[in-house]
Structure formats: structure tokens, C-alpha cells
């Protein structure tokens, strides 16, 4: 025998009030843990652009050469493609930012490709306006670096894969790191390091900016 509807839509109304108490309780322990330092098993990341209020863009810095702001833009456009591909594998049924100005490439063929790996964590670390993405959609989170001369891009969620470099000197292209097994511990080793950066803005972070409600 079915309850009656106002007695169905109380009981609804009593299991989501007691799930997002137990959401709250979780998410608050995994706040006093991150912020512990200890481990977790999630991981916070801040949606949006960290370094800058209500998740603003953050205005380009000043004397960019052409290159870099190509470069840059393509990042951000590469960053929300995969975000909002609800696919493992984007480029099969990307768009065409994703199939047209994304090619495949091994670390190995050019030094400079190198460089973002090594760098990327330092960079997210010393922080800065627009340094630092992290853009949430269908398709997962993915996160998105601006260096001095490159920008990294990859996706960390549900898996981490889609791995892109940008380089001013091919500004109108960015480059896909295929499975490169010379170059396997490099990548894995700056893709945990961005992560654990970008988690110290998140909730419970030592970087963590709580937003203030406008008083209207």
C-alpha cells in the first residue's frame, strides 16, 4: 500500500534533508582534513578562476606580445571544450577547436614542450591573476595553467587524460601529449603537483578565499 501523496512528499522531503545533512558533515570533515594537511579521500578544487573575486576573468597583464595572447585565448577555448565533452575520448567527437588546432605530439620532439611540466606547480604556486582555471562542465574538471611563454591544460575528472600544451612559438596550435613512456613520470609528477596547488585554493586550503555576500 502506497503512502498517501502528502505523507509521500514529507518522506521525500525528510530523505533529502537528512542527505544534505550527511553531505554536510562529510564535506565539512574533508575541510578539517585538507586543512590539516592529511589525506583525504576527496580532493576540494576551486571552480572558476581563484585569484579573482566572484570568479571573474582576470584581465590580461599588460605587454603581451601577439603570440602569447593567441596562445592564451586558444588555452581558455581548448580548457572549455573538454570540459563540457561528455566523452573519455574528446577528440573522436570533439569540437572544432578540439579537431582542428589541437595535434597529436610526443614531449620528446621538442625541448620546449618540457618546460611546462617542470614549471606548471611553481607557477600555480606563486599564484597571480589568470595564472590558474578550473572549469567544471559535462564532461568533467579540467584545470588550466598559464605560464610566461606556454599554458598547460588537462582533465582531471572522471580520469585524468587530455594532457594539451600551448606554446608561443605554435601559437595557433596546441599539442596533444600522447603516451610518451620516456616522459610517463614527468607528466604524472606536474599533474599531482598542479592538482595539490589548485586544492589549496579550495575549500578548507590555506588559500582558500571565502566569498562575501553583497549587502544590497
Not at 579537431?99 to 611540466?117: I, K, S, T, Y
Amino acid at each position: 500500500m502506497l503512502p498517501k501523496p502528502r505523507t509521500r512528499a514529507a518522506w521525500a522531503a525528510w530523505v533529502d534533508d537528512l542527505y544534505n545533512l550527511r553531505s554536510e558533515v562529510a564535506h565539512d570533515q574533508v575541510w578539517r582534513d585538507q586543512a590539516a594537511g592529511g589525506n583525504t579521500s576527496m580532493r576540494v578544487l576551486p571552480v572558476g578562476d581563484p585569484a579573482v573575486p566572484w570568479g571573474k576573468r582576470a584581465a590580461e597583464p599588460r605587454g603581451l606580445s601577439e603570440p602569447a595572447r593567441r596562445r592564451r585565448a586558444l588555452a581558455d577555448q581548448v580548457a572549455n571544450a573538454l570540459a563540457d565533452q561528455p566523452t573519455i575520448d574528446p577528440w573522436r567527437s570533439g569540437g572544432n577547436v578540439l579537431v582542428e588546432q589541437v595535434l597529436p605530439a610526443r614531449l620528446g620532439d621538442d625541448p620546449a614542450m618540457r618546460q611546462p611540466f617542470v614549471d606548471a606547480a611553481a607557477v600555480v604556486e606563486r599564484g597571480g591573476p589568470g595564472v590558474l582555471r578550473v572549469v567544471p562542465g559535462q564532461g568533467g574538471v579540467t584545470l588550466r595553467v598559464h605560464g610566461p611563454s606556454w599554458s598547460l591544460v588537462f582533465r582531471v575528472s572522471p580520469i585524468v587524460n587530455a594532457i594539451v600544451v600551448f606554446l608561443d612559438s605554435t601559437s595557433r596550435y596546441g599539442w596533444r601529449v600522447e603516451d610518451d613512456t620516456e616522459s610517463r613520470g614527468l607528466i604524472q609528477e606536474a599533474v599531482t603537483r598542479v592538482v595539490a596547488e589548485a586544492v589549496r585554493y579550495g575549500w578548507g586550503g590555506d588559500k582558500y578565499a571565502r566569498p562575501v555576500t553583497p549587502v544590497a
